[in-house]
């Protein structure tokens, strides 16, 4: 197979020029130094409109679980800190604690009484551990203590514990997998859900408390339970294809499914990230992290990049949100990370409280930028202003620039699939393969989706054999549904840039097709810093509309004082000018229906992690939005809103 310079006609065709402007001008200063391990890639053709694509650079070797590491690195750094966390708060409302260390050693032995406890109770994939808490020291026990037997463990969305009324998604999760064994950190928070949605006769085991409703046993007593030889006949029965855990798609309009993770999955894609991303084995790694476990970046990608590599994570139990921001502040003040891993919005408030000119924020640029060699961002578009301010606070601190990186991947590829190949990264950019995995590419409907098939794509979704073949095309390449463009259509080896989702893009009623990504981002871009995310509207309707969630920041906007209602604010007269200078600015710029917004309207309400319209980590899932807020849509393109803007002219 030849490398090729440029893509076929047929693909080039596919490609569009709508990728967002490269952040801030020529680098006022250098980018700290940062090897990107695939930088050129092989391309192929195939049958009419398809294509196939991988980096020339192959896969090495990669062990058969993931136990193998962490009994590794129990043995060669048997010391070192394998993950931290803060005591809780002596009282409500006080700060929490200091920073409770356990060692891979320590988390070596535990794991092995937990395994024999769970040995003891005869788990496995028929019957495996359901863990509904967030990130704790237990939780990530309880995970190594599962491999460590073969019995797989489901981190589920603490939200369907604690912020569901129905409990509707839980059930499902427990009637899916059929658990013979429950976790939750605490009676207190957790008690009612597990009422409601577990079965009287399963076990549960909290860390807090009791329950009157189930058989509970404390958390301490796995950890205490005597390790025997049946700890090490089960690890060593366990191999590539034995199932490590199930991690549960988002679900929109359907209900989520279970995507099988086996071990072969978990390994291959970490020493695929290991390979695209030399950084991660250049120095002790160390992560100060808030991503959720029961979503692939944060359990998959972040909690197995610190086990494989033998790193160090400090759980932050802050989070991108008004009231959880400042524990997250205050974890980077203190802990330097070696590269940093966040949402756009979390990147938002780390670049504004990195501005301030105060002791804290002296500290921040300090501390957060001292030894940090790589910045990733992943689940929405990063707004210029934002990008900038942190090249500004970098260059003033440390008088180099961090490179930000991004990539493309999904709960179904482990997730890590695409990366970026260069520090000149613009939004949108998702660079090439990472080795191993080749990628097929299909021209549908006038877009590019991406295909995916290497060694660390599910094999399926657990006991839904239906959604499971369709899933796949006939050679076998998983269908994410991605759309994907050249970020340069005369060199292949720049790699792909985001173009939508194919299930979110319609035609209006006209028969124009619309592009819902690229023209959310540009939304995204031109409302910024007041817009945390857009869903696009018209459907069958003549005009294209825009719904857009806006940012805490529009409160000081809108100049009203904090006990004014969000309603209040997005119809106070400076928000709505700023906004209408917004579609103004976007109908200039807009070349037809199709891109041009029509009518704009602003949500009061945020998403809601009950209903499935924005994940744990915080993307937005347009189609959720749409089907729950299909009155507002309804009004917004029947003039029935209290405020619609409209452009100024035409």
Same mark, same amino acid.
């Given at each position: 197979?030849?490398?090729?310079e440029a893509?076929?006609a047929?693909?080039?065709?596919?490609?569009?020029?709508n990728?967002?402007?490269?952040?801030?001008t020529?680098?006022?200063?250098?980018?700290?130094?940062?090897?990107f391990g695939?930088?050129?890639?092989?391309?192929?053709?195939?049958a009419?409109?398809t294509?196939y694509?991988?980096?020339?650079?192959?896969?090495?070797?990669?062990?058969e679980r993931?136990?193998?590491?962490?009994?590794h690195?129990?043995?060669?750094?048997?010391?070192? &800190?394998?993950?931290?966390?803060?005591?809780?708060?002596?009282?409500?409302?006080?700060?929490?604690?200091?920073?409770?260390?356990?060692?891979?050693a320590?988390?070596?032995q535990?794991?092995?009484?937990?395994?024999?406890?769970?040995?003891?109770?005869?788990l496995?994939?028929?019957?495996?551990v359901?863990i509904?808490?967030?990130?704790?020291?237990?939780?990530?026990?309880?995970?190594?203590?599962?491999?460590v @037997?073969?019995v797989?463990f489901?981190?589920?969305?603490?939200a369907?514990s604690?912020?569901?009324?129905?409990?509707?998604?839980l059930r499902?999760?427990?009637?899916?997998?059929?658990p013979?064994?429950?976790f939750a950190?605490d009676?207190a928070?957790?008690?009612?859900?597990?009422?409601?949605?577990?079965?009287?006769d399963?076990?549960v085991?909290l860390?807090h408390?009791r329950l009157d409703?189930?058989?509970?046993?404390?958390?301490?007593?796995?950890?205490a339970?005597p390790?025997?030889?049946?700890?090490?006949?089960?690890?060593?029965?366990?191999?590539?294809?034995?199932i490590?855990k199930?991690l549960?798609?988002s679900?929109?309009?359907?209900?989520?499914?279970?995507?099988?993770?086996?071990?072969?999955?978990?390994?291959?894609?970490?020493?695929?990230? &290991?390979?695209?991303?030399?950084v991660?084995?250049?120095?002790?790694?160390?992560?100060?992290?808030?991503?959720?476990?029961?979503?692939?970046?944060?359990?998959?990608?972040?909690?197995?990049?610190?086990?494989y590599?033998?790193?160090?994570?400090?759980?932050d139990?802050?989070?991108?949100t008004?009231?959880?921001?400042?524990?997250t502040l205050?974890?980077?003040r203190?802990v330097a990370?070696t590269?940093?891993?966040?949402?756009?919005?979390?990147?938002?408030?780390?670049a504004?409280?990195m501005?301030?000119?105060?002791?804290d924020?002296?500290?921040?640029?300090?501390?957060?930028?001292?030894?940090?060699?790589?910045?990733?961002?992943?689940?929405?578009?990063?707004?210029q202003?934002?990008?900038?301010?942190?090249?500004?606070?970098?260059e003033?601190?440390?008088?180099?620039r961090?490179?930000m990186t991004s990539g493309?991947?999904m709960?179904?590829s482990?997730?890590?699939?695409?990366?970026?190949?260069?520090?000149?990264?613009?939004?949108?950019?998702?660079?090439?393969?990472?080795?191993?995995?080749?990628?097929?590419?299909?021209?549908?409907?006038g877009?590019?989706?991406v295909?995916?098939?290497?060694?660390?794509?599910t094999?399926?979704?657990?006991?839904?054999p239906?959604e499971?073949?369709?899933?796949?095309?006939?050679?076998?390449y998983?269908?994410s549904?991605?759309?994907?463009?050249?970020?340069?259509?005369?060199?292949?080896?720049?790699?792909?840039?985001?173009?939508?989702?194919?299930?979110?893009?319609f035609?209006? @009623?006209?028969?124009?097709?619309?592009s819902?990504?690229?023209?959310?981002?540009?939304?995204?871009?031109a409302?910024?810093?007041?817009?945390?995310d857009?869903?696009?509207?018209?459907?069958?309707?003549?005009?294209?509309?825009?719904m857009?969630?806006?940012?805490a920041a529009?409160?000081q906007?809108?100049?009203?004082?904090?006990?004014?209602?969000?309603?209040?604010?997005?119809?106070?007269?400076?928000?709505?000018?700023?906004?209408?200078?917004?579609?103004d600015?976007?109908?200039?710029?807009a070349?037809?229906?199709a891109n041009?917004?029509?009518?704009?309207?602003l949500?009061a309400?945020?998403?809601?992690?009950d209903?499935?319209?924005v994940?744990?980590?915080?993307?937005?899932?347009?189609?959720?939005?749409?089907?729950?807020?299909?009155?507002?849509?309804?009004?917004l393109?029947?003039?029935?809103?209290h405020?619609?803007?409209?452009?100024?002219q035409?």
């Amino acid at each position: 197979m030849s490398t090729v310079e440029a893509p076929p006609a047929s693909v080039a065709a596919s490609a569009t020029s709508n990728a967002a402007p490269a952040p801030g001008t020529a680098p006022a200063a250098p980018f700290r130094p940062l090897a990107f391990g695939v930088t050129r890639v092989h391309l192929r053709d195939g049958a009419p409109g398809t294509h196939y694509l991988r980096a020339e650079q192959p896969l090495q070797p990669y062990p058969e679980r993931m136990t193998d590491r962490l009994q590794h690195w129990a043995t060669t750094a048997p010391e070192r &800190t394998w993950m931290a966390r803060r005591t809780p708060p002596a009282a409500p409302g006080q700060p929490s604690g200091d920073w409770q260390h356990i060692s891979y050693a320590q988390a070596w032995q535990q794991a092995r009484a937990i395994a024999q406890a769970l040995l003891n109770r005869g788990l496995s994939a028929e019957r495996p551990v359901v863990i509904l808490s967030e990130n704790s020291l237990e939780h990530a026990l309880l995970s190594l203590g599962c491999m460590v @037997a073969g019995v797989p463990f489901v981190p589920t969305s603490p939200a369907y514990s604690l912020i569901s009324t129905d409990y509707d998604k839980l059930r499902h999760v427990l009637h899916t997998v059929t658990p013979g064994l429950v976790f939750a950190t605490d009676a207190a928070r957790y008690g009612k859900a597990i009422g409601a949605a577990v079965d009287a006769d399963t076990e549960v085991v909290l860390v807090h408390g009791r329950l009157d409703s189930h058989q509970c046993t404390p958390f301490a007593d796995l950890v205490a339970t005597p390790a025997t030889a049946a700890v090490d006949r089960a690890m060593a029965a366990t191999g590539p294809n034995t199932i490590a855990k199930f991690l549960f798609t988002s679900g929109s309009t359907k209900l989520p499914k279970a995507v099988i993770n086996t071990q072969r999955m978990w390994v291959a894609n970490q020493q695929q990230m &290991t390979q695209s991303m030399p950084v991660l084995t250049e120095q002790p790694l160390v992560l100060v992290d808030w991503l959720p476990w029961n979503h692939t970046f944060g359990g998959n990608h972040n909690f197995g990049m610190v086990l494989y590599n033998g790193g160090t994570l400090y759980i932050d139990d802050g989070k991108p949100t008004p009231a959880l921001m400042a524990e997250t502040l205050r974890n980077l003040r203190e802990v330097a990370p070696t590269v940093y891993f966040n949402v756009p919005t979390g990147f938002e408030a780390i670049a504004n409280a990195m501005q301030a000119d105060s002791d804290d924020g002296r500290l921040l640029r300090k501390t957060f930028l001292s030894r940090v060699r790589m910045f990733f961002y992943a689940g929405a578009a990063l707004s210029q202003p934002v990008w900038d301010s942190l090249y500004q606070s970098e260059e003033r601190e440390i008088g180099q620039r961090i490179v930000m990186t991004s990539g493309l991947g999904m709960t179904e590829s482990g997730p890590f699939g695409l990366f970026v190949t260069s520090p000149n990264v613009k939004a949108g950019d998702l660079g090439v393969p990472t080795p191993g995995m080749e990628v097929k590419l299909v021209d549908c409907d006038g877009k590019t989706e991406v295909r995916y098939r290497g060694p660390n794509i599910t094999p399926g979704y657990w006991r839904a054999p239906a959604e499971t073949a369709e899933a796949f095309d006939d050679e076998g390449y998983f269908c994410s549904g991605d759309a994907v463009r050249w970020i340069d259509e005369t060199d292949i080896h720049q790699g792909l840039a985001f173009d939508g989702r194919i299930a979110e893009d319609f035609k209006l @009623a006209t028969g124009t097709f619309v592009s819902v990504g690229p023209l959310r981002g540009k939304v995204i871009a031109a409302g910024a810093p007041y817009v945390q995310d857009v869903v696009v509207t018209g459907i069958n309707t003549k005009e294209v509309g825009a719904m857009v969630f806006p940012t805490a920041a529009v409160r000081q906007l809108s100049g009203l004082g904090p006990d004014a209602s969000m309603h209040e604010v997005v119809d106070s007269a400076p928000v709505l000018a700023f906004f209408q200078q917004v579609v103004d600015q976007l109908a200039q710029t807009a070349t037809g229906s199709a891109n041009r917004v029509a009518r704009l309207c602003l949500l009061a309400d945020p998403p809601t992690l009950d209903r499935g319209e924005v994940t744990d980590k915080g993307s937005i899932n347009q189609r959720a939005v749409l089907a729950h807020r299909a009155a507002t849509v309804a009004k917004l393109h029947a003039d029935e809103l209290h405020f619609i803007l409209k452009p100024s002219q035409g």
